[in-house]
């Protein structure tokens, strides 16, 4: 990093073609090979999910560790570096600039607030609860085609989780048997069971439960149990055919009336909508 000098600028049209909306990329950099500085004609986000390095914006270094999200507006003149003894991994998500303004219209996170102010305000962390989860869903965004409306599922996912940071300020320090109950949680068969399951997988009383999920994560068990179960059916939708009945009975929601509102008002969209935009089956 002797000299920070513009190399190039990047252009959407070299990396995204219709009728994709966006394009994903899973980076890793080493010493050797380093990004090269550029600005750009495209927003993007990154994060990133093995390594260490730093950040350098607009003339200032900011350092990067697995878990941080930062969001790069096109005037930034930027660069991306591994650290000396270890390369750098992460996740690369650019789009057109036109898209921000017309996925904002129906996302209700304030999503266009994230790419405002200096890069400091843009540069986040996701702790291992949050990085765990878009972990496990990013699969569902490098499917072939990447549509407008994976981009906003991706966009509202990243918002809440910044959202939810902001209002609990204890979120980065979850406890441990806290952090493992709410992984085995993810289970299909737990997740039928519910809260009660989560109270059994804690080893800890039902109300003490319910106290620290309120002060480490902003939400009652209950809320927890319905995002997992969300979560898990926007998965079997996008990589099954299952009917979305089945899907909604193997989530622990059997009522379907009640688990086409949770899921619309959760994803912004009704089951059947997300499928349409997610499952790509060939032939």
Known sequence: MAAFVKERTLLIRQ??????????SRLTLTGKTPEGIHDSDFHELFWVDSGSGVHWVNGAIRPLEIGDLVFVRPDDLHSVYASPD????????AFPTAKL???CANIRTPVRELFDGPP????????????????GITPIFELPQKGDAELQMLLLLVGRMIERSRQSPHHDRIPGWLADALA????????RLGVP??????GRGADHVARVCR????????????????????????????PIESIAEECGMPNL???????????????????????????
């Open 257 to 283: 009336s009640h688990f086409y509102k949770r899921f619309a008002l959760h994803h912004g969209m009704t089951p059947g909508e997300y499928r349409k935009s997610a499952l790509r089956i060939a032939g």
């Open 120 to 135: 400091e305000a843009r540069h986040y962390r996701l702790e291992g609860f949050d990085l765990h989860r878009l972990a």
């Open 215 to 242: 002060t480490y994560l902003g939400k009652t068990p209950t809320e927890l149990v319905n995002e997992f179960r969300l979560e898990l059916a926007a998965q079997r939708l996008a990589q099954t055919a299952l």
């Open 184 to 191: 085995k949680l993810r289970q299909p068969e737990a997740l």
């Open 86 to 93: 270890a390369p750098v991994g992460f996740v690369n998500v």
């Open 197 to 202: 399951e989560l109270v059994r997988f804690a």
């Open 15 to 24: 990396f995204v073609t219709a009728p994709c909306s966006y394009h994903l």
């Open 101 to 103: 303004e017309e996925l």
